[in-house]
């Protein structure tokens, strides 16, 4: 059973910076697709970024030039650089991967953007 396992999450202030990542139990490279979602407060689950095997990343509109999706075969992770955080970038964030046609998600961890 593949499992996805994220980290990093915590609280913030509005502004502010934070790296949550994700790491597979079998080699990252396996997956043909991964990326990150995010559960708001009341809200239905949403793509966050993605980012396909061979490194093409995609973003939702209100995180573009503020977040950064990347993979990494050498430490084997996959990481989401969040800058300028807002309030409404709260919420709790899931690992997703895709692979042999399989979906597979993380525990999710919450990210808290408040003063």
């Known amino acids: 059973q593949v499992q996805l396992v994220e980290s990093g999450g915590g609280s913030v202030q509005p502004g502010g910076s934070l790296r949550i990542s994700c790491a597979p139990s079998?080699?990252?490279?396996?997956?043909?697709?991964m990326g990150w979602y995010r559960q708001a407060p009341g809200k239905e689950r949403e793509m966050v970024a993605t980012?396909?095997?061979?490194?093409?990343?995609d973003y939702k509109d209100s995180v573009k030039g503020r977040f950064t999706i990347s993979r990494n075969s050498t430490d084997n992770t996959m990481y989401l650089q969040m800058t300028k955080l807002k309030p409404e970038d709260t919420g709790v964030y899931y690992c997703?991967?895709?692979?042999?046609?399989?979906?597979?998600w993380g525990q999710g961890i919450l990210v808290t953007v408040d003063t």
């Open positions: 980012i396909l095997r061979h490194g093409i990343p």
């Open positions: 079998t080699a990252i490279f396996r997956f043909d697709y």
């Open positions: 997703n991967g895709l692979l042999l046609k399989q979906p597979y």
